[in-house]
């Protein structure tokens, strides 16, 4: 059981806008910068969104990230098959003094 | 180019003992913290251990605490991971990560990732 909430799956069709919801508590999203990671089928892990909504470079702008109150939610916009991956939501928690992450969406591009 | 490459991986008996280690490079290793996170097959990501950047901090999991031990050599560039009392349910591919700053804190995120290493751990 993760300590913050995600759909298992989500989908859409090339073009399309599709959002990842992303639900934690006050002690993680509530009071702490939300990160969102790319997973790719048979590879690490990579930095997606951090600071709820900052780019690292080389990340295109159809990815978005938000933050309101103990929740989260990323954006892909104009989605490509590319996209399809494992997206992980992950926010530090003052409780468990650690990082904490989401179970994990696994996006499909129909 | 920051890169991370862990070794030490493989199988082992419940309750045997696995050093992980990861060799970084391409930045200045000491001036960030470090950590290792894993996934068990086909499941999520889960934070193992941190450690600072000068190694004067270690944070742990409470799934792991008091089996595992974090550290590092600034001077080799090297990360590792001492994992004893090791059970079936550590079964996992580890990666190692870079975060963004010296300090394991709130502020700062895994920026960097490692390819990983599977530990297998079954009688």
């Known amino acids: 059981q993760s300590v913050l909430t995600q759909p298992p799956s989500a989908s859409g069709t090339p073009g399309q806008r599709v959002t990842i919801s992303c639900s934690g508590s006050?002690?993680?999203?509530?009071?702490?910068?939300v990160k969102w990671y790319q997973q790719l089928p048979g590879t690490a892990p990579t930095l997606l969104i951090y600071?709820?909504?900052q780019r690292p470079s080389g990340v295109p702008d159809r990815f978005s990230g938000s933050r309101s109150g103990t929740s989260a939610s990323l954006a892909i916009s104009g989605l490509q098959s590319e996209d399809e991956a494992d997206y992980y939501c992950?926010?530090?928690?003052?409780?468990?003094?650690?990082?904490?992450f989401g179970g994990g969406t696994k996006l499909t591009v129909l | 180019e920051v890169q991370l490459l862990e070794s030490g991986g493989g199988l082992v008996q419940p309750g045997g003992s696995l050093r992980l280690s990861c060799a970084a490079s391409?930045?200045?290793?000491?001036?960030?913290?470090m950590g290792w996170v894993r996934q068990a097959p086909g499941k999520g990501l889960e934070w193992v251990s941190g450690?600072?950047?000068?190694?004067?901090?270690?944070y742990y999991a409470d799934s792991v605490k008091g089996r595992f031990t974090i550290s590092r050599d600034n001077s080799k560039n090297t990360l590792y991971l001492q994992m004893n009392s090791l059970r079936v349910e550590d079964t996992a591919v580890y990666y190692c990560?870079?975060?963004?700053?010296?300090?394991?804190?709130?502020?700062?995120?895994?920026?960097?990732w490692g390819q990983g290493t599977l530990v297998t751990v079954s009688s």
């Open positions: 990560a870079r975060f963004s700053g010296s300090y394991f804190w709130s502020a700062e995120y895994f920026q960097h």
């Open positions: 391409g930045f200045t290793f000491s001036s960030y913290a």
């Open positions: 450690i600072s950047g000068s190694g004067g901090s270690t």
């Open positions: 006050s002690s993680n999203i509530g009071s702490n910068t």
């Open positions: 600071s709820n909504n």
């Open positions: 992950a926010a530090w928690d003052d409780s468990l003094n650690g990082p904490v």
